[in-house]
C-alpha cells in the first residue's frame, strides 16, 4: 500500500527588537536566570501591559514579504493555559483578527515549483523556560524569555515531504534575515518550527489523524522526525492501530519522538479578548511606510549579480542565500571592484571553511577590506594563490591586517628569475631520476620538480616563473 505525508508548519520566530513586546525589558539572548523581567512580563497583579510599535512594523513587513494580505484592524486575545514556565498563566496572543493571512512562500525542489499557502502570521509573547538539573532531580524556572515578541507563521497542510520543509524553512530563514526583524539563530531558539503530520493512503482526499512535533531546532533534526514519525504513524496503522492526536516530543540524541500530552484544540484554551489592549488601526500611511522599507531579496539579488556582475547563476544562487553572505561579497566588490574573483573566493575558500568550522558567515572575523587587500596582493603577483590561500585561512579566524602580515612575515612572492633559475638548477641536479623520467615521456615528472622548486622558495615563488625557467631547463 501506498502512503502520503501530509504536514503543516507551525514556525515561531523571535523578533529583534531591543525590547519587549509589551514592556521595556532587554531581549537579549542569555543573562543570569530571572535578571531581564519586571513585573509586566512576569504577570504581577495591576501591571498594565503596552504594545512595542516596532514589534507590529516587523510582523507587517513580514507579512508584506511572504505576499500576505495585512489586516489593517487586527488585536490581541488571551490564550489560557498553565505551564509553570508561564507565570500568568495566559499568552497574549491573537486568534480571531491576526495581524497577517493569506500568504505563499514560492520553493523549489528537485526542479519542481509550487507555492506553500500561509494561513496566518500573528503577534504574540513568549514564555519562559524550565531548566532541568539532573545531578539535584530539580526544575528550575527562568523568566527571562517571558514577554521576548515572536511571530508565529502558520501554514496550510501543503508539505509532502522533508524536503520541501527544509526548502520552505530555508526561504522563511532567508526572507526574514533580509528583511532584518530577526537574527534566526535557531540554536537560540530564535527560530522554531513544530511540525504537524498525518498519513493517509495515496490518492486519498481525507486527512489522516496528526500529530505535532515540538523541540525542533535544527533543519537536520526536522528532515530526521519527520521521516521517522511518519514510518511510526504508518507502522500503527498497518498493524491495525489508530494514530492518537498528541503533542510528541522529539529526542535529538535517541532519533525518536515520544509523547507529551494530548493535543489541545482552541476550545481548550479559552480564547477571550484581551481587555488591557486596544485593537490596532493600520492607517495607510503606516502601511505605505513599511511597504517602502522593504529590501531587495534573494530571488532579485540572484538576478541582478548574474546581469550586472556576470556571476553564474549558480554561485549567485548560494551567495544570495545568506544576507550576511551577500552583504559580505557587495562589500568587497565595492572596494576592489572584481566581482567574479571575489565569488571564486567565497564559493571556494569560505564555503569550505565555513563547513569545516560549521560556522555561519556573521561568526567569522574576515573582513571585506581583508578579502579585497588579498585579491589585490595576488592580482599584483606580490603574493602566489597558495600563499594567499593560507592567509586567507588565518584571516577567517582572526582580524587580520593583511597588507602588514604579508610585510611582516617577508612573504612577498618570488620573481627574480636569477633566483629562480639557481634554485630549478639545484633541484635538477638534486632529482636525476624525475628529470630521467620526464626526458622519457612521463610528464606528470613535471610536476614533482616544480613542487621541489616551490618547497625551496618556501612556498613563495612566482609559479609562472617558476613553470617557465623549469621548462626551459629540462628541454
Known sequence: MAWETVMGLEVHVELATKSKIFCSCTTEFG???????????????????VVNKQVVNYAMKAGMALNCEITRYNKFDRKNYFYPDLPKAYQISQLYLPI???????????????????????????????????????????????????????????FRSAD?????LEKLKSTLEYLGVSDCKMQEG????????????????????????????SFKAIAKAINYEAKRQIDVIERGGKVVQETRRWDDNKDKS???????????????????IPPIEIDDDWYNANLASLPEFADAKR????????????????????????????????????????????????????????????????????LATLIELVEKKTINRNKAKEIFAIAFKEDLDVAKYVKDNNLEQVSDEGLVKEIVDKVIENNPQAVDDYKSGNKKAIGFLMGQCMKELKGKGDPGVVNKLLSAALA
Not at 543573562?31 to 501591559?49: A, F, K, R, S, V
Not at 530539580?138 to 515578541?149: H, S
Not at 530564535?190 to 500529530?211: K, P, W, Y
Not at 554561485?315 to 562589500?331: C, N, P, R, S, V
Open 303 to 370: 538576478a541582478r549579480y548574474v546581469s550586472e556582475f556576470g556571476l553564474p547563476e549558480y554561485d549567485a544562487g548560494i551567495i544570495t542565500t545568506q544576507k550576511a553572505l551577500a552583504d559580505f561579497f557587495e562589500e568587497t566588490t565595492a572596494i576592489c571592484g572584481k566581482p567574479k574573483e571575489v565569488s571564486n573566493w567565497i564559493m571556494g575558500e569560505l564555503m569550505r571553511l565555513l563547513g569545516e568550522n560549521d560556522a555561519e558567515t556573521k561568526d567569522m572575523k574576515l573582513t571585506p577590506k581583508a
Open 164 to 168: 520541501e520543509v527544509i526548502a520552505y
Open 31 to 49: 543573562g543570569e536566570p530571572n535578571t531581564h523581567c519586571c513585573p509586566i512580563c512576569t504577570g504581577m497583579p495591576g501591571t498594565l501591559p
Open 100 to 158: 497577517c493571512r493569506n500568504g505563499r512562500v514560492p520553493i523549489e525542489v528537485d526542479g519542481i515549483k509550487k507555492d506553500i499557502r500561509i494561513h496566518e502570521i500573528h503577534m504574540e509573547e513568549d514564555a519562559g523556560k524550565l531548566i532541568h538539573d539532573d545531578f539535584n532531580d530539580e526544575t528550575k524556572c527562568d523568566y527571562n524569555r517571558c514577554g521576548v515578541p515572536l511571530i508565529e507563521i502558520v501554514s496550510e497542510p501543503d
Open 258 to 276: 515520544y509523547a507529551m500530552r494530548s493535543k489541545e484544540n482552541a476550545e481548550d484554551y479559552r480564547y477571550f479578548p484581551e481587555p488591557d
Open 190 to 217: 530564535s527560530m522554531r518550527a513544530d511540525v504537524n503530520l498525518s498519513v493517509r493512503q495515496a490518492g486519498s482526499e481525507e486527512f489522516g489523524t496528526r500529530t505535532e512535533m515540538k523541540n525542533l531546532n
